[in-house]
Each structure stands twice: as C-alpha cells, then as structure tokens.
Nanobody
Framework: QAQLEESGGGSVQAGGSLRLACVLS????????MAWFRQAPGKEREGVAT???????TYTDSVKGRFTISQDNAKNTLYLQMNSLKPEDTAMYYC???????????????WGQGTQVTVSS
C-alpha cells in the first residue's frame, strides 16, 4: 500500500515557474516508479514525466526543455520543476506510483488527489 500527496500548485502568469512536490508514504520496502500526470477539463489524463527504475527520465514532447522531474529518495519525494509555463499547461497535476513501470501510461496503481496549476496569459 502507498499514499501520495501533492503540493505546490497555484496560479501564475505565462512565463512563470512552479515546483510541484509529491510525498510517497508506504509501509513496504518495495521500489516504486513514480510519474507526473495532468488532466485539463474535458481532456484525457496525460503523462507528463516519469522515472524508470534505473533513473531514466521520460517527458512528453510538449514539456521537454521546460519541465524537470527529480526525486529525493531520502525524503520519498518526487518533484516537478515547471519553467516557462504556458496557458496550455493549465491542468490538475497528479502524482502516480507503482512497483511496475508504466512509462507515461495512466496505469499506475497509486494516485494522489492532485494539485491545480493555472497559467494565465
């Protein structure tokens, strides 16, 4: 079992930055792969960035060069640094985790409640 809690969302103007954080709470010592997803109103949930078990990062094309995923294993925390934000980045951002690597597919077993990011033009 695992629980995820996101924080760091907010409202910014285009070109601004935000850093999201996701704390993983688990009672097992199993390794987890973690990822960030987002969902805008009326759209499907989209994979944004993820870590593989070997630390390899993957980003969806629309955020490459602007977003950076990182993690602090000592704190069981996943981060998403978002720079040069655009209005089209507006969405609810979710953290996800699983003991299986699902790449950017929304098949992860554990999900947080989400944190809202709003970018105004």
């Amino acid at each position: 079992q695992a629980q995820l809690e996101e924080s760091g969302g907010g409202s910014v103007q285009a070109g601004g930055s935000l850093r999201l954080a996701c704390v993983l709470s688990t009672s097992t010592s199993s390794g987890y792969c973690m990822a960030w997803f987002r969902q805008a109103p009326g759209k499907e949930r989209e994979g944004v960035a993820t870590f593989d078990f070997d630390g390899t990062t993957t980003y969806t094309d629309s955020v490459k060069g602007r977003f950076t995923i990182s993690q602090d294993n000592a704190k069981n925390t996943l981060y998403l640094q978002m720079n040069s934000l655009k209005p089209e980045d507006t969405a609810m951002y979710y953290c996800a985790a699983d003991t299986v690597f699902w790449w950017l597919l929304p098949k992860y077993r554990y999900w947080g409640q989400g944190t809202q990011v709003t970018v105004s033009s």
